[in-house]
């Protein structure tokens, strides 16, 4: 397992924009598999985006195509999501996770497919 830290979370109103961060305590993401996760209040937690091990293409949920973004920075020991044109149904309390599997499938769509989660930081978008 890993230790995650999640930051950059805030309030914003509809339209702007606004990246969090995950980062690795005391390594690097090199060799992991890391999602972000987003849980709205009196929902499940759902799939936002990937970046798998093994150089795949990052993935999106529908809901984020276009607007989202996830990249990992050069020393590997962060991953970003820039949202761009956040939407009040954006809203919710964002997750990174991490795992050291390699998933050719669609199960790191799925929150199980994760051992390693940090604590969350919330994103607000106003109307």
């Known amino acids: 397992q890993v230790q995650l830290v999640e930051s950059g979370g805030g309030l914003v109103q509809a339209g702007d924009s606004l990246r969090i961060s995950c980062t690795a305590a005391g390594r690097t993401f090199s060799g992991y598999t890391v999602g972000w996760f987003r849980q709205a209040p009196g929902k499940e937690r759902e799939f936002v985006s990937a970046l798998r091990r093994g150089g795949f293409a990052p993935d999106y949920a529908d809901s984020v195509e276009g607007r989202f973004t996830i990249s990992r920075d050069s020393a590997g020991n962060t991953v970003y999501l820039q949202m761009n044109s956040l939407k009040p149904s954006d809203t919710a309390v964002y997750y990174c996770?991490?795992?050291?599997?390699?998933?050719?499938?669609?199960?790191?769509?799925?929150?199980?497919?994760?051992?390693?989660w940090g604590q969350g930081t919330q994103v607000t978008v106003s109307s």
């Open positions: 996770a991490a795992d050291s599997t390699t998933y050719t499938s669609t199960y790191y769509k799925t929150s199980t497919a994760y051992d390693s």
